[in-house]
């Protein structure tokens, strides 16, 4: 329910504005006729510490200080207001006064202005509510959601099996730090949930929470990048202060990237002093975690790679859960969830919708519930029908970006079908042994498209059977799509696989002397002694060897289509695959012969 202010109505809050706004207004004018003190920006200001340019300077509490330059002359420039700004001026033999005795003229008109202004401010966020009090972290920066208010728990999650077991495990953590103490293990410190938006990130950070029974504090990696350097370090410490006065927590850091994103080094290169700081104070406060004490920071990102690696060390976040986009499983789950509240139409097909809905976030789906609720209720019909979640659906489709995926063709869909069998079968016809953990055509935010997973035995050294067979895996995506699309159809989404491919091939020529033509002979060591030539018979030897072992794996496909493409029409189906479904198909056609 929305609060609207009633207009053109004059209370005494208006007439204290108004107060309050005419002293800042006049103490400004007031001030502004002292001429004396150069106005400076803070990095100025730093620059001239840095050149051991200032002689003093004044402390306080307002959101300016002055300052004596060592040739006499005064400044003013913006205080940051952190707490070790003192010392770091003492360090470097500035005189530091703090002026609480001493007020001048024009610094009591500062501080009259100072004190308005934030009259004003605190007005005017008085004003606006404390509608923020629950979730993300708005205005209200560092409140925590009590226990008795959480109101999440696993139960408001449909699918996410994987995410919430391991989280499971974080649970029992906070719940019970002595008996993992007991043991001497450590509670983990961080952890990174990362996946598309809308799949439920936050939900997920909220239920661990909810199910540990401990006080929630939501907050954004933007609330922490702030223009003075040190103000951001000094609000993380803030956060941690606040979390440590609730005991056990749970901290949620929403869109981390914007205080931990890889330093390029390019354009703004050097780094950003300010980013750095606010980063390493996160880490410094994680790492002064006492063991144990039951504080969880769960930050999260869409993407996990774009991460500055100093955050993902051990003992920082050094645990990472995907959080994937539903399958059609987990969509029908999800709607199941969130049409609980909502009076559903009987003749209202959920399978259908989720099967209609491929690539929707979980949070997409709760969209489509809701607009097709309000849909109904502009009818003013009994219940929501089939017609309300159709109009929805094309309303949103429209909306969406062309990029979203939403919008993926059914083409697309089967090209990355066929790619995804093609892998996972040539998987078991030539490495039976490797574990094929699941095959998907939902995108994760690793790929452009789905993937398999391939994991082969641990072992210490590899056989050259084996390095080739995962060469053929890995181009077998590329030979199902050209078998099945032709040649002229063939896809950019082999490229991760072509990389893969070559790395190894190249390795075993190069390094590992598994090529008949090539010999016993390290070409590295060849190519430094001088050798130079070898680099044109490494290319040859790639290219031979690699064309065969893709003319093979296209023997291998086409002798084996109709498996091929029982498993691509079962992707497309079920758009999820765990292994044994993968076998059964397989098995039932070497039965048939
Ligand atoms: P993220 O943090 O990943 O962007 P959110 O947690 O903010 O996503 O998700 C927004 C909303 O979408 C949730 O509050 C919930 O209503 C809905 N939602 C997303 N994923 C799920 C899910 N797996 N089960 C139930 N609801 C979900
Ligand atoms: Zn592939």
Excluded: W
């Amino acid at each position: 329910m929305k609060k609207f202010n009633k207009p053109g109505k004059i209370n005494k809050f208006h007439i204290i504005a108004a107060v309050l706004i005419i002293g800042a207004v006049l103490a400004g004018i007031l001030l502004n006729q002292q001429p004396e003190h150069e106005k400076i920006t803070y990095n100025e200001f730093l620059q001239a510490v840095e050149e051991g340019k200032i002689e003093k300077v004044y402390l306080n509490h307002s959101d300016q200080m002055q300052g004596e330059y060592t040739n006499g002359k005064t400044f003013v420039t913006d205080n940051p207001r952190t707490e070790n700004l003192k010392e770091s001026l003492l360090v470097q033999d500035i005189i530091v006064d703090e002026m609480n005795d001493q007020i001048q003229g024009n610094q009591i008109l500062s501080m009259i202005a100072t004190l308005s202004l934030f009259g004003v401010l605190i007005f005017a966020v008085n004003r606006k509510g404390f509608k923020q009090t629950q979730g993300k972290a708005g205005k209200s920066l560092f409140n925590a959601v009590l226990p008795e208010n959480v109101n999440v728990n696993f139960s408001s999650i449909a699918g996410n099996e994987e995410a919430k077991d391991s989280v499971q495990e974080l649970v029992d953590f906070i719940k019970n730090p002595e008996k993992y103490a007991r043991y001497g293990a450590r509670l983990p410190r961080g952890v990174i949930f990362y996946g598309s938006p809308g799949t439920g990130k936050t939900l997920m950070a909220k239920a661990v929470a909810g199910e540990s029974d401990v006080p929630f504090i939501a907050v954004s990696g933007s609330d922490f990048v702030q223009v003075y350097v040190g103000v951001g370090a000094s609000r993380i410490r803030d956060l941690f202060k606040r979390a440590r006065s609730y005991g056990k927590c749970v901290i949620f850091i929403d869109e981390i990237d914007a205080l931990g994103k890889k330093r390029d080094g390019g354009v703004d290169g050097g780094g950003n002093d300010e980013r750095d700081q606010t980063l390493n104070a996160l880490l410094s406060e994680m790492s002064g975690f006492q063991d144990n004490e039951g504080i969880v920071v769960i930050a999260a990102t869409n993407r996990l790679d774009t991460l500055d690696e100093a955050l993902l060390r051990p003992g920082r976040f050094d645990r990472h859960i995907e959080i994937q986009l539903p399958d059609i499983k987990s969509r029908l789950r999800i709607l199941e969830l969130h049409s609980k509240n909502k009076p559903l139409d009987k003749e209202v097909d959920l399978e259908k919708v989720a099967k209609q809905t491929v690539y929707f976030s979980g949070a997409k789906l709760e969209n489509l519930l809701n607009e097709a609720a309000i849909l109904a209720a502009r009818r003013s019909s009994e219940s929501i029908q089939t017609q309300d979640i159709d109009k929805a659906f094309y309303t949103i489709i429209a909306g969406a970006e062309k990029k979203d995926r939403s919008a993926i063709s059914e083409q697309d869909r089967r090209v990355t079908a066929y790619h995804e069998a093609g892998h996972a079968l040539v998987t078991r016809l030539t490495a039976p042994e490797n574990k094929v953990t699941r095959i998907t055509i939902i995108p994760s935010t690793k790929g452009a498209g789905g993937f398999s997973m391939n994991i082969p035995p641990d072992r210490m050294y590899y056989k050259k059977k084996d390095m080739e067979a995962s060469i053929k895996i890995a181009l077998a995506g590329r030979a199902a799509e050209e078998l099945i699309f032709g040649e002229e159809n063939i896809t950019t989404g082999a490229s991760n696989d072509l990389e893969k491919a070559t790395g190894t091939l190249l390795n075993m020529i190069r390094r590992f002397g598994m090529n008949a033509k090539s010999g016993l002979l390290n070409y590295d060591v060849l190519y430094n002694n001088g050798f130079r030539e070898v680099q044109e018979e490494v290319l040859d030897e790639c290219r031979t060897r690699m064309d065969e072992l893709y003319e093979e794996v296209k023997e291998l496909l086409l002798k084996n289509k109709r498996v091929l493409e029982a498993v691509a029409e079962s992707l497309l189906t079920h758009e999820t695959l765990e292994e044994k479904d993968l076998d059964l198909i397989v098995q039932a056609f070497a039965k048939a012969g």
